[in-house]
């Protein structure tokens, strides 16, 4: 505790395995002088031992949406740093690098400071301050008004994060349900529908993977280390160590692949073609579970049939992936059947056929017999606390839905897309559909600009609103295009509502706050209902303060906001059996009560029952397929104004194979622009030349390349590769928009 770190110390050992240090001494400096003057958010010097009052209250972490229980520790009441909760299954007691950075978010002295009202057109970033009473009496009579005039119908949510809770409460009171969270529809959508429409069940989140005991884990794509999910990082880092056999499918030799016993840089965009051929392999060979597969169930015959002609050898020309090697994973995952997982991946949206890739991995993790046994996936356990008592939300008249009476059947939520394109009236009458419904949107926590492709449309769309509330913490490029802008505290200074998370244990854990909100912020929570009150909506407030409401909701389950208060986490509800040889008995809620190999629903839409291999345009010559992914620093563009998360990363870099680079003559750390196949340019970017690449593909960390002024750490630092997003691929099951079919070309000082 007495021990200080140097900052290069710091950014060396604050990495997930050592996750929960405090800040090291040169980073606090860097932040004090940033913050000089600024009493609030001073941290105290450390130098020896440390001496005052230490406290800790108890949080979730905010950075990204695993919400590790943590402590905020503070020396008389002023940040020291931030350390798991040692109660919580979804870290075990420590935080990822992201994590300890989160006093970053508090102490950013770029945040938004004050609500704001623009006073130009939109696009023109002018804004006047207001207070908020002025700022939310604006917004209620825009409401109001598109209330009478269209219906309640025609205010859209986009949400993300942990008080997006409060506004999907509100604009239901309000008389809406069209709440899209980017999260689906741009990310995890399609595994959902993939795995629901096998399993009749989804993964949820966290992942209900039991890495921890798999003696095989595939992943397809999926940068497990990079992308810092902690506790699923943990395990499989547990099964690294256990000796786990991992198969890794990746263009990129990442830091997975570099644990792998097998390494399958496959060609971009034919996935689906090795899939198939696993499939082929374990079905010809019978390598599948048996028991498990005539017990729970049905369409082997079907499967087998429809992928009798998917050999190794007809995807090798395919997929560039040899056929002895194909044939050596498939008979690798099946020799440690069922402890086997095919990992679904998260963001998964990448060539318009992602439901039906999800399926062929929902189908090969069938086969395997992994679902609801040890080292596949486990049946997880939830907390379950009573809502706080509210009227019935009236029923409204129209959804998203009407907008798309055909389109996208297996969709299971609204569309953040689609709720863009029926704001354009144009788009929609194109696609022979309803009119623009939309009139009105509330953006919680989502910079659009960085998580919808096709940024030109929804410009398109911002431009047809009345009404444009974004709710943020940072000056997100998404608040520039805003009428009202409302500065949001940071997770550290507000309550919020209830985690409850899935998992092997049921647990709730609580967010209190450990600081008084700097500037003029306010929490998620009180801006929903401030707001909630002036529509009008009083009968779906009856509390007076966010402890009322919590306490009310944990006296239901036994427990109470002072047990929070004091544990961070506790346990709640019963706990059922993992795994089927625990007892587990495994329901399957898909119409024939069986785990659907082929899936008679799927035909019934006039889709394919059992998933088969779509040719996927190839990039042309002089060309590269952009792929994009994490940093383990990082979230997105959620961090990258972070001012501790920015001394470890502060711009992305492209990685370019060597034998591109030299064709273009190309040096690594030479800075380029990037050019995509309809002439879009990206802001400067690094370039990383490098082996651990394949030479059709460059690749890129997603975040970077901000367009906004107010956030000077950030602002042009790298380059945005949603920008370069201008060709979307649309899943015509869920309506999921693939983004990996963009490609670039390269514009030096010498070529330009
Ligand atoms: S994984 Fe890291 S960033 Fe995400 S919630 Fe946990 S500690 Fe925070």
């Known amino acids: 505790m007495s021990r200080n770190f140097t900052r290069r110390e710091f950014i060396n050992i604050s990495t997930f395995a050592l996750g929960g240090l405090a800040l090291g001494r040169g980073v606090i400096n860097k932040i004090d002088r940033a ?6 958010s001073a941290i105290p010097a450390l130098t020896g031992a440390i001496e005052g009052n230490i406290t800790k209250t108890p949080t979730y972490c905010e950075i990204c949406f ?103 409460h509100l604009l239901k009171s309000y008389g809406s349900n069209n709440i899209a969270a980017p999260s689906y529809a741009q990310c995890r959508g399609p595994r959902e529908e993939g795995f629901y429409l096998t399993f009749g069940d989804g993964i949820g989140s966290p992942e209900r993977t039991d890495l921890r005991d798999a003696k095989c884990i595939v992943l397809i794509g999926s940068h497990l280390g990079e992308n810092m999910h902690n506790g699923q990082v943990q395990e499989f880092a547990e099964a690294i160590g256990k000796g786990s056999s991992i198969i890794t499918v990746d263009p990129r030799y990442s830091t997975a692949a570099s644990k792998s016993r097998y390494w399958l840089p496959i060609r971009p965009a034919t996935d689906m073609a090795l899939l198939l051929a696993w499939i082929n392999v374990i079905v010809e060979e019978k390598l599948y579970d048996r028991d498990y597969v005539e017990k729970y169930t049905i369409g082997l015959e079907k499967l087998a049939e429809a992928v009798k002609e998917n050999t190794p050898e007809w995807a090798y020309p395919l997929t560039s992936i040899e056929p002895g090697v194909i044939r050596a994973t498939a008979r690798e995952m099946a020799s440690h059947k069922p402890a ?88 929609r009458n194109e696609l022979g559909s309803e009119p623009c419904n939309f009139k009105g949107w509330i953006v919680y ?39 009202v802008v409302l500065p949001e505290c940071s997770y550290l200074e507000r309550y919020d509502d209830l985690r409850l998370a899935q998992g092997r244990t049921p647990t709730i854990s609580l967010r209190m706050p450990a600081f008084e909100p700097m500037y003029d912020s306010k929490p998620g929570w009180w801006i929903a209902r401030e707001l909630g009150l002036k529509l009008g909506l009083d009968e779906y407030y009856q509390y007076e303060t966010i402890e009322e409401y919590l306490d009310w909701r944990l006296k239901q389950v036994g427990s109470s906001l002072a047990e929070l208060q004091e544990k961070g986490v506790v346990q709640q509800g019963d706990q059922y059996p993992l795994y089927i040889e625990e007892g587990y008995e495994p329901e399957f809620d898909t119409d024939s009560g069986k785990i659907e190999l082929y899936s008679e629903t799927l035909e019934a839409y006039g889709f394919d029952p059992v998933p ?27 961090t990258t104004n972070n001012p501790i998360l920015t001394e470890m990363m502060c711009e992305n870099e492209v990685w370019v194979n060597t034998s591109v680079a030299k064709i273009w003559d190309l040096d690594n750390g030479q800075y380029i622009v990037l050019v995509n196949q309809d002439g879009v340019k990206s802001s400067r970017i690094k370039v990383r030349v490098t082996e651990r690449i394949r030479h059709d593909s460059v690749y890129m960390v ?9 956030m000077k750490r950030s602002y042009m630092k790298g380059a945005d590769d949603n920008k370069l997003m201008t060709k979307v691929l649309l899943d015509p099951i869920m309506g999921g928009t693939g983004m990996r079919g963009n490609f670039v070309t390269f514009e030096t000082e010498n070529n330009n």
């Open 35 to 40: 913050y000089a003057g600024n009493t609030q």
């Open 66 to 168: 695993w919400n590790c229980a943590g402590w905020m520790h503070q020396i008389d009441g002023k940040p020291w740093k931030l350390t798991g909760n040692e109660d919580d299954p979804n870290c075990s007691g420590r935080l990822c690098t992201r994590g300890t950075g989160g006093i970053g978010a508090y102490l950013d002295d770029e945040r938004l400071k004050k609500p704001l009202i623009r006073t130009s057109e939109r696009g023109g970033q002018t804004f006047r301050e207001a207070s908020w009473d002025e700022a939310l009496d604006y917004i209620a009579e825009k409401m109001i008004k598109i209330k009478e005039e269209h219906g309640p119908e025609c205010v859209a949510l986009f949400t993300h994060g942990s008080g997006g809770a409060f506004f999907k």
């Open 340 to 427: 086997t997982i095919v990992h679904p991946g998260r963001h998964v949206t990448w060539y318009g056929d992602d439901t039906q890739r999800s399926r062929a991995i929902a189908i090969l993790n069938a086969l395997m017999g992994s679902w609801g046994r040890r080292g596949g996936f486990y049946s997880p356990n939830f907390a379950d606390v009573p809502e706080f008592p509210h009227p019935e939300y009236v029923k409204p008249k129209r959804s998203w839905r009407d907008a798309f009476p055909t389109e996208f059947p297996m969709a299971g939520t609204a569309l953040a897309n689609g709720i863009c394109d029926a704001t354009i009236p144009t788009v």
């Open 445 to 483: 926590g989502t910079n659009l600009m960085h998580t919808l492709p096709d940024q030109k449309k929804t410009l398109e769309a911002i431009q047809n609103l009345d009404l444009l509330v974004a709710v943020d913490l940072m000056p997100a490029e998404i608040t520039g295009w805003a009428d």
């Open 612 to 638: 088969r291999y779509t040719h996927h345009e190839q990039p042309p010559d002089g060309f590269y397929r952009l792929l994009y992914g994490r940093a383990p620093m990082h979230s997105f563009a959620r």
């Open 702 to 710: 997603h975040g970077f390349g901000h367009s906004d002024k107010r």
